[in-house]
Nanobody, 116 residues
Framework: VQLQASGGGLVQAGGSLRLSCAAS????????MGWYRQAPGEQRELVAH???????RYTDSVKGRFTISRDNAKNTVYLQMNNLKPEDTAVYYC???????????WGQGTKVTVSS
């Protein structure tokens, strides 16, 4: 399974970005997809994940601002990030797994920088 992430960039505080991650290869077994992030000097943390059936989970700091969605036909997961804050600055990693998170598959990171 290969994961290709895109959509990072530089945005001012209060702005929005949308991340995308497409799975290819033997992706039929993938049930959960999500996003992690890692800020400089910090540990990687879960941002949000979504099951194939649409059940979602968010870390508390992004609830109400970020929305994760999924297009099963395209094997693609999206992360709509609104009202971005400087503390959201990090490298965001797409992740996919069969049953639990983090799964076995990681995409390349995409950098999100939020300026104040």
């Amino acid at each position: 399974v290969q994961l290709q992430a895109s959509g990072g960039g530089l945005v001012q505080a209060g702005g929005s970005l949308r991340l995308s991650c497409a799975a290819s290869g033997s992706s039929f077994s993938i049930r959960i997809m999500g996003w992690y992030r890692q800020a400089p000097g910090e540990q990687r943390e879960l941002v949000a994940h979504i099951s194939k059936g649409g059940n979602t989970r968010y870390t508390d700091s992004v609830k109400g601002r970020f929305t994760i969605s999924r297009d099963n036909a395209k094997n693609t997961v999206y992360l709509q990030m609104n009202n971005l804050k400087p503390e959201d600055t990090a490298v965001y990693y797409c992740n996919a797994g069969v049953m639990t998170m983090p799964g076995n598959y990681w995409g390349q990171g995409t950098k999100v920088t939020v300026s104040s």
